[in-house]
């Protein structure tokens, strides 16, 4: 199927607090999970990505997290700061026929960090 | 390198008109696919192309086609306009390094659709 869920839909942290989000995927066939973040009037771009092969994979204060038993992988953001205000999407890869497949995005967490 | 380019950036029609959409990819990006964007439904699948072919395709109507050339540019056309398609259409470009579609997706800034 395409379920994709992604949790929670807002989040609001002070600024040097941890966020998490986490997505929740029905494809048991998928092996690339992604997240973008978009910024007000902007276009998506990737932040961390991860494959099937690994659990966890960490990028300075980004952090994805894995668990392909219980399809749903997690973005932590560790010690927020303004600038990581944005709405942020998973999207993990749905498998079609062959060696392709598309991107179904989450339906987006707008995240806040309050000065 | 050039990033991914759309045109026009800023469309308005009525209701009943077609439209065609441009999007340029990152020279050496042999896959482009396409998204709708709209603050109901979010970002949603369109369709992906690689190498003048239509590999995937999302739960959109008839309405909406697309091609890709063989210098890998795309354009997207939605015939029969209706207010609801009304949206930011983005198009990304990535390596498909063998054939997949597991390398980084790079976005172009849009082209926002207005349907009156």
């Known amino acids: 199927g395409e379920n994709v869920e992604q949790h929670p839909s807002t989040l609001s942290v002070q600024e040097g607090d941890s966020a998490v989000i986490k997505c929740t995927y029905s494809?048991?066939?998928?092996?690339?999970f992604p997240w973008y973040k978009q910024e007000l009037g902007k276009r998506p771009q990737l932040i961390i990505d991860?494959?099937?092969?690994?659990g966890e994979k960490k990028d300075q204060r980004i952090a994805v997290t894995l668990n392909k038993t219980a399809k749903h992988f997690s973005l932590h953001i560790t010690e927020t700061q303004p600038e990581d205000s944005a709405v942020y999407f998973c999207?993990?890869?749905?498998?079609?026929?062959?060696?392709?497949?598309?991107?179904?995005f989450g339906q987006g967490t707008t995240l806040q960090v309050k000065p | 390198k050039a990033g991914v380019t759309q045109t026009p950036r800023y469309l308005i029609k009525t209701r009943g008109q077609q439209v065609t959409l441009s999007c340029s990819p990152i020279?050496?990006?042999?896959?482009v696919s396409w998204y709708q964007q709209t603050p109901g439904q979010g970002l949603q699948f369109l369709f992906e192309y690689f190498s003048e072919t239509q590999r995937n395709k999302g739960n959109f109507p008839g309405r909406f086609s697309g091609r890709q050339f063989s210098n890998s540019r795309s354009e997207m056309n939605v015939s029969t306009l209706e207010l609801g398609d009304s949206a930011l259409y983005l198009c990304?470009?990535?390596?498909?390094?063998?054939?997949?579609?597991?390398?980084?997706?790079?976005f172009g800034p849009g082209t926002r659709l207005t349907v009156l």
């Open positions: 991860i494959r099937s092969n690994v």
């Open positions: 020279s050496g990006h042999r896959s």
């Open positions: 999207a993990p890869l749905l498998h079609g026929s062959g060696n392709t497949g598309k991107l179904i």
């Open positions: 494809d048991s066939a998928s092996n690339y």
């Open positions: 990304a470009s990535s390596l498909a390094r063998g054939r997949a579609l597991t390398d980084e997706q790079f």
